[in-house]
């Protein structure tokens, strides 16, 4: 049997009027001064927490996405939100203790490879609940495996089948491409991060088709390609993304949070005139030493829904459902060309709206291990 709480709120209506209005913006800040409690939320027995990779929560992708979910979702709760970075993968089991040992009521984990640990912990705590971000808990603990039920079953999987948004900025790079070459690059060959290579290249592959044009796709097979072997920015990542241009490549897809700024140097070392396509958040926004170089960014909707699933959590409404996120639900997308509005081909945004519509209905098929 799980705990059973409630979030109070001395001025609830007010709150979720002003819960509405940020939903598309920054969590609202606390009023610390003592005045306004009308408006300010009340103390909770609510613990939400949150345990990320060894990416951080600075990382400008997937960490951080996550945590500003969580903290929008404890904020307008009324109630604290306790934090815990993992430096190494050494950390997780400990990272997850502690934070039993804190009380936490929901915890939140950040990526698949804290899929092991985070299952291990959930069996050991079945009173908690458990948000695992990016891996289906079921099966292996690569995220490899989808039968819609979570092997503990006090985890609810955040999925997200970024194959489909994939899909459009491959069709984007093969419209955009002068060379005839795109390329891609991962940090470890795992479900999560390759799943976007398949879609980049099945979307190339199909705007070649359907334009009658030759596009070849760099670093990816389906099978096999080129990956840095982690994911921090270091050489690796600057070596690979180099080999990758190298092959007179003109786009560039780097999966795996921040290796994306090996791709950057990469670039700058080059003189040429290179597009990247970014991974989970807007890089143009997020980051905004790459605006000169970001065409479009392959979006996960990983803010909204771990901040959906701690509300959820706070006011005795969760479920264990594994979330899938489509480009149906929105819980994919592509960002705006932002500064490439100008240099990509005028019917380019009404190609790619036919095509989402494409695959919405299922007239387009694009293949990932999430159907």
Not at 45 to 65: E, M, T
Not at 67 to 80: H, I, P, S
Not at 318 to 347: C, Q, R
Request: one cysteine or more.
């Amino acid at each position: 049997m799980l705990k059973t709480r409630k979030v109070v709120s001395s001025g609830l209506v007010a709150l979720l009027a002003a819960a509405t209005l940020a939903a598309c913006g920054d969590a609202p800040e606390e009023d610390t001064t003592g005045s306004g409690s009308d408006s300010t939320p009340a103390a909770s027995d609510f613990l939400p927490c949150i345990v990320s990779d060894a990416g951080g929560f600075d990382d400008k992708s997937f960490n951080q996405l996550g945590f500003e979910g969580a903290q929008q979702a404890a904020d307008e709760l009324g109630v604290e939100l306790k934090p815990v970075e993992s430096n190494s993968e050494n950390d997780y089991g400990p990272n997850l203790e502690s934070l039993v040992g804190e009380g936490c009521d929901v915890i939140v984990t950040v990526g698949f490879a804290l899929a092991a640990a985070t299952k291990e912990s959930a069996a050991a705590n079945p009173d908690i609940e458990y948000v695992l971000i990016d891996d289906s808990a079921d099966g292996g603990d690569d995220g490899a495996t989808f039968d819609g039920k979570a092997d503990v079953e006090n985890i609810k999987p955040l999925l997200y089948n970024t194959a489909e948004a994939a899909f459009l900025a491959g069709y984007a790079a093969a419209d955009y491409t002068k060379t005839g070459k795109v390329g891609t690059y991962g940090g470890m060959p795992f479900p999560t991060v390759t799943i976007f290579m398949d879609g980049f290249k099945q979307g190339a592959e199909y705007y070649a088709k359907e334009k009658k044009k030759d596009v070849e796709v760099v670093g990816w097979d389906g099978k096999n390609g080129s990956f840095t072997g982690g994911f921090e920015a270091n050489e690796a990542a600057t070596s690979t993304a180099k080999q990758i241009l190298d092959q007179d490549v003109d786009v560039i897809l780097p999966v795996g949070g921040p290796i994306y700024q090996g791709a950057i140097t990469a670039i700058e070392d080059s003189g040429n005139d290179i597009a990247m396509v970014g991974v989970d958040a807007d890089l143009f926004e997020t980051d905004p030493t790459t605006q000169d170089y970001v065409m479009t960014s392959i979006l996960k909707g990983m803010k909204v829904s771990t901040y959906e699933a701690v509300m959820a959590a706070g006011n005795d409404e969760f479920d264990f459902e594994p979330y899938i996120g489509t480009l149906e639900n929105d819980g994919v997308g592509i960002a705006p060309f932002h500064n490439f509005e100008d240099k990509v081909s005028p019917e380019l945004a009404g190609e790619l709206d036919e095509v989402k519509a494409g695959i919405i209905d299922g007239s387009i098929k694009v293949e990932s291990y999430l159907g």
